[in-house]
């Protein structure tokens, strides 16, 4: 009973979405590419739910030809076995309903056995995600950080590197105030322009959206 709640909307939405495009199969060049990033630490790991109402959004939102990955944020962020699912959909709308249950699946599975991390590398897990989304040759590429963006490595980790984001757009998502946020409000407004300051010299975009009510931008 609770897997046909989970999936019931979103097949409705999926055919309703097919039904939209005529059922025949799109070649315009969407080239639309997205990367979320989740983070997996301490308390962070309770939020994933949210996050997945928004990839089942992506998911209905992204059109046949386009590309999208999820990965977790961990310790060390900048490897393969961090992408919890990826995929680039077929041009064939059929077929992209197919994968796109397919990776909803595999992100169900992967909130409902999700360990905490005891750090949190979000550099590492930009650079994997820049170097998906350069390989898909997407001409729009947006990465997603579902994060407090409180960065903490492990010893011996360095990511003190400019991040190469011309052309790409980084959305932060959800960004939970931590207890010494609320104590004293700048640290919350410092780490967030310490990230918009390495976004932006990378030659990328930042914009942070915490009303997850109004995620039409994400994609625009």
């Not at 979000?122 to 989304?133: T, Y």
Request: charged residues 25%.
């Amino acid at each position: 009973m609770m897997r046909k709640r989970f999936w019931f909307p979103l097949l409705i939405a999926l055919f309703a979405a097919a039904a939209m495009s005529g059922g025949c199969a799109d070649t315009r060049s969407h080239s639309r590419g997205v990367y979320m990033l989740l983070d997996t630490s301490g308390t962070y790991a309770k939020e994933l739910k949210k996050a997945q109402s928004i990839i089942n959004y992506l998911l209905v939102k992204l059109q046949p030809g386009d590309s999208i990955a999820v990965a977790r944020i961990d310790s060390g962020s900048f490897s393969e076995k961090d992408i919890v699912a990826k995929v680039t959909f077929d041009r064939r709308p059929s077929v992209t309903n197919s994968q796109k249950m397919v990776f909803a699946d595999k992100v169900d599975r992967f909130v409902k056995t999700v360990r905490s991390s005891p750090y949190t590398d979000i550099s590492g897990g930009l650079l994997q995600a820049i170097e998906f989304l350069n390989e898909t040759g997407a001409s729009r590429k947006t990465i997603l950080i579902f994060s407090d963006m409180e960065e903490e490595l492990a010893k011996g980790h360095v990511r003190d590197f400019r991040f190469p984001l011309k052309g790409f757009r980084v959305v932060a998502l959800n960004v939970t105030k931590l207890r010494g946020d609320i104590v004293d409000p700048r640290e919350y407004m410092t780490r967030l322009e310490s990230w918009r300051k390495k976004i932006e010299a990378g030659g990328g975009q930042w914009q942070v959206i915490n009303d997850l009510d109004h995620l039409a931008p994400i994609l625009e």
